[in-house]
C-alpha cells in the first residue's frame, strides 16, 4: 500500500499542540497552487500572493490538467482527486471489450452506487488514466480513499518541538558599487579639477567629456598646457630608459602615487540591489516512545521527503513535472486556557521552499529497530528558503 505524502498531518510528540505553555512550530505544508492561494491570507504582499490571487495564474493549472494532459502525458497523481477517478471508471466500462455484450449503462449506474463487485468478474482488470492497472475491489476502495482524502487536502499540518536552536537572519546586498573617480571631485570644486588635469596631461583626453558636462569651452586647454605631442615622446623615451630589459611592471600613475603612499580616491558610492531569501535551518532529534509516536514519525519524515520532489505521472513518461510543495513554518504557543496561538515573540515564515533534507536513522552510532522492525530513534535536518524577498509591506501585514 502506498504511503501518505498528503493527508490530515501528524504531531511529534503526540498532542504536543496541547500541553499548557508549551512552544512548537507548527510547518503547514501545502500543493504549490494551493500555496500561492495562501500566501495573500498568510500575510504576504509580493509577487508569489498576486500570482496566487490572479485568476489568469491559477487558471493556468486547469488548462494543463483539463487539456495538457494529452500534450504533455500523465496525470498529476496529486490531484488524481474523486472526480477524475469516477470519469476514468466511466470510461473503463463503456470502452473495455471485457463488458462486450452487457447492460453497460447498468453496470455503470451500479459502479457510481459503490458496487464493484461486477467489474472484476472473471478476472478482469480497470485501467485508470494515469496507468495504475487495478485489479480486485480491495485495490479499488483504497485507490478511492486516496481520492477522497487528496481532494480536501490542499494543506497537512506538522505540529514539531521547538528545536535545540532556532535562528532566523535578514541580510541586505548593497554590493551595486558606483565609482565616482574624479568626477566627485569635478562636482565639488570644478576650477580646481581643471587646473589638476592640466598638470597631469589628462586635460585633452577629458576635454570633450568637461564640455559636454559642463557647456564651458575649454579649447586651447591643451596647448596652453604645453604637452601636446611631447607625451607621447617623452613616454617611450622614458620606458625606454627605465626598464631597458623588461624586468619593471609598468610604470602608471596608480603606482607613482603609490612611491608617494597615496592611492587614488575612488570617491566609491554602494546602492541597494536586494534582500537575500531567509533560509531556516531546522533540526529535530525523533525518538518513539510507542507505536503512535513510531507512525506519527514515519508519517512526517515520509510527508516531508515526498513534498521536496517534484510529482510525476505514474508511469514517469511525461513531458513536464509538477513543482513541490510549498511550506509555512509559523511559531506557535498554548496560554494559559489551552489556546493555540502564533507566538509573541517569534516571526513566522513566508512560503518557503525545502530545499535540503538530511534523515540519519543511526543517530547513536547504532542501528537499532524494534521487533516489528521500525526505527525508534532518527535524526532529522531541513533547510528552508523563503521564495520570495523581505519587503516592508510583508513585515507591517504578516510579522514575519
Known sequence: MAKEIYGDGASYPDKVDTIRYASYL???????NAGLKAAYANGQRDV??????????QGAKKVVNEIGQTLFGGVDPNDYDLKKFNEDLKNDIKTSTEFEGEDRKQITKDVMAGDYSHLFK???????QNGDVIRNEEQLLQIKKEAQRTIGNDVSIFNLPMPQEFSYNY???WSNEFKMGTMARAMDDLTATLGQMVATGTASAALKSFQLLTGVAVDGVEQGSGLSNVTDVLGSAFQGAVNPLGSTDELNVNRILGLAG??????????????QN????????????????ADNIDKIIYAFKGGMHPTASIKGTGGVLGFPDLFTI?????NVDGAKVKHPMMPKSKLCALTDLQVNATPSNNFVTTKDGKIPLQSVTMMFEEITAMTQSDIKAGDF
Open 26 to 32: 507548527k510547518i503547514s505544508k501545502y500543493k504549490y
Open 48 to 57: 508569489a500572493a498576486s500570482f496566487g490571487q490572479s485568476g489568469l495564474a
Open 122 to 128: 472473471d478476472d478482469n482488470t480497470i485501467t485508470l
Open 171 to 173: 541580510n541586505a546586498d
Open 262 to 275: 597615496l592611492a587614488p580616491n575612488e570617491n566609491a558610492i554602494n546602492f541597494f540591489k536586494k534582500i
Open 278 to 293: 531567509r533560509k531556516f535551518n531546522l533540526s529535530f532529534d525523533f525518538f518513539a516512545r510507542d507505536e503512535v509516536e
Open 330 to 334: 509559523t511559531p506557535m504557543f498554548v
